[in-house]
Each structure stands twice: as structure tokens, then as C-alpha cells.
């Protein structure tokens, strides 16, 4: 079986750059792009705006397909399996699909976060039809519209604020009677005009057939339900990076999310990098993830040159 230089298991902004990177550095890398989530978040995206390079904007699958085009032209090797085990210890690093088990000097993870949803009934099917998950990504097309956000901690305040720049009306719809944000930005969100709270208040369903029209509202202390028209969703409860997969195998931070050493993308295993959402619980941008994966890729290739010797015997 051959030692590949690099495996990168993601296929998100960051994997596609950092398959980029490694490709152009001659490291002929196998990217494991998944099955159902090849792409990453932004293949449920409509269109990206602030994305450089695209004055017209472009959609999110576009972007993708561009990524991955390039990344191919280079000479990456594009896998559509899922990582579903990880033996990283030592200098041969070994990652298992279903159907193969591939081994390398080094792994660049890009493995993702996944938003946290409400478990609405139709709320997968209104995604891109007036829920959203990131205002930053779409809040431009809900000018001079009815806006509900839903959440109490600095996510959720941020994002209100942003949308208050285009919304007629941003309601803001949290569990309890007091915002969990910090006092500066909660107190920055009270002040606005354009903000109204929602206290003991939770969203339990939406109207609406083509897109989204209203928000049914229950309060969370007399069960008392009320309804909110409404033209846009944006749920901003939290993220899940995507690394229960890990299953220990590297040392995480609070919430999951995977510890590197900054300044720089390397893991508490040596030859084991990562990048973009999986690492960022600030940020969570396609231009910040793709910022990471070019890191990790010069990362991976260091690591490659300082450790030559030592991967050489190991082979």
C-alpha cells in the first residue's frame, strides 16, 4: 500500500485550498471529500458576495466546483468516501473508510461545522427560502423585511445587529428573560430601534409554502402561542465542529472544536494539521477557512522536509 505525502479529509474552503497548495507543492494529494457533504456548508448556500473575485457574486456550489476543479487541475485526487476511523500516532498515519484503509506522512483535517438547528418540521426545507443559518452570508437580501433571529448569546447579538443594517424590523426571540451575550454587546442590541426582544419566547413551527411568511412564537412560561410574520429566519444557536468522527484521537479545545498551536494549523500529533471551521468558533468565514487550509498545506509540506530522514526509514 503506498504512504501518500498528504491526505486531506474535508472538502470545504479550507480542504479545497489546502488541496491547492499541496498539489502545486508536488505533494499529490488524496483529498477525502465525503459522500453527501462533499463541498461543506457552502453547498447549501445561494450566492456568495463577499467571497474576492467575484464582483457579480457567485453561488456557493459555483465556488465549490471551482475550488475543486483547480485543485484537480494541480493534480489532487478527488475520493468521495467518508472517514470513519483514525490511527494518526507515528509517522504513518492511517485513515479508514468504508471501503479502504489510506495510509501518509501527514493529514490535513478539514473536517467542518455543522449549524445547530431548531428541529423545526419544514426547517430544512425553507433553508435558502428564508431560514438561514448565517446573517453575514445573507443578510443583503432581506432589505426593508421582517427579521427574526433566534438565540441570547454574543452569536445571536451580532447577528441581529448586522441584520439591523437591512431589515425594517429585527425581532430577537430568546428562551429567557435576560440575553447570555456579553453586557457590551447586549447592552449595544437593547439600544438599537430597530431591535425588538422576545423574551420567554421559543419558535416552534413557519408558515409559508414558496418561502418563508411567519414564525409561530410559544411562550416558554405560559405556553401561550402567538404568531410573527416574518420574511427571514436566522438561527444562531451555536456551531457543532464535525469531531466526534475523531473519537479522541487528538486534543480538543471547549465545544469540540480541534486545538492547534497557533500561529500556526498543527494538532497535538505531530504530521496532524487543521483548518478552517473545525478550528475557528470566531470567524466561521469561506475566506477565513480557506486562509487556514493554504496554512495547513505549508504546514504539511514543512513538516515533510524537517521530518525527511525519519519518514524515509518509516516507509
Given amino acids: 500500500m503506498a504512504v501518500h505525502d498528504v491526505i486531506i479529509v474535508g472538502s470545504g474552503p479550507a480542504g479545497w485550498t489546502a488541496a491547492v497548495y499541496t498539489a502545486r507543492a508536488g505533494m499529490e494529494p488524496i483529498v477525502l471529500a ?20 467575484f464582483p457579480d457574486a457567485v453561488l456557493g456550489p459555483d465556488l465549490m466546483d471551482k475550488m475543486q476543479k483547480q485543485a484537480e487541475h494541480f493534480g ?8 470513519i476511523r483514525f490511527e494518526l500516532d507515528g509517522p504513518v498515519k492511517k485513515i479508514h473508510t468504508d471501503s479502504e484503509v489510506y495510509e501518509a506522512h501527514t493529514v490535513i483535517l478539514a473536517l467542518g461545522s455543522a449549524y445547530k438547528k431548531l428541529g423545526l418540521a419544514r426547517e430544512a426545507e425553507l433553508s435558502g427560502k428564508g431560514v438561514s443559518y448565517c446573517a453575514t452570508c445573507d443578510g443583503f437580501f432581506f432589505k426593508n423585511r421582517e427579521i427574526v433571529v433566534v438565540g441570547g448569546g454574543d452569536t445571536a447579538v451580532t447577528e441581529a445587529l448586522f441584520l439591523a443594517r437591512f431589515g425594517s424590523t429585527v425581532h430577537v426571540v ?36 414558496a418561502a418563508l411568511e411567519s414564525v409561530i412564537l410559544r411562550d416558554t412560561v405560559t405556553g401561550e402561542e402567538s404568531e410573527l410574520p416574518a420574511a427571514g429566519l436566522f438561527v444562531a444557536i451555536g456551531h457543532e465542529p464535525r469531531t466526534a468522527v475523531l473519537d479522541g484521537a487528538l486534543e480538543l479545545e471547549d465545544g469540540g472544536y480541534i486545538k492547534v498551536a497557533e500561529p500556526t494549523t498543527a494538532t497535538s500529533i505531530p504530521g496532524v494539521f487543521a483548518a478552517g471551521d473545525v478550528v475557528d ?18 504546514d504539511s509540506e514543512r513538516y515533510l522536509i524537517d521530518h525527511k530522514a525519519e519518514l524515509d526509514a518509516a516507509k
Avoid at 465525503?34 to 456548508?41: F, M, P, Y
Avoid at 489532487?76 to 472517514?83: G, P, S
Avoid at 468558533?281 to 505549508?298: N, S
Wanted: net charge negative.
Fill in 174 to 209: 430568546h428562551r429567557r428573560d435576560e440575553l447570555r451575550a456579553s453586557k457590551i454587546m447586549a447592552d449595544r442590541l437593547l439600544a438599537n430601534e430597530k431591535v425588538v426582544m422576545h423574551w420567554n419566547k421559543e419558535v416552534v413551527d413557519t408558515h409559508g409554502d
Fill in 281 to 298: 468558533h470566531v470567524y466561521r468565514q469561506a475566506i477565513t477557512a480557506a486562509g487556514t487550509g493554504a496554512r495547513a498545506a505549508m
Fill in 34 to 53: 465525503g459522500t453527501l457533504e462533499a463541498g461543506g456548508a457552502l453547498m447549501n448556500t445561494t450566492e456568495v458576495e463577499n467571497y474576492p473575485g
Fill in 76 to 83: 489532487a485526487e478527488v475520493r468521495y468516501e467518508d472517514a
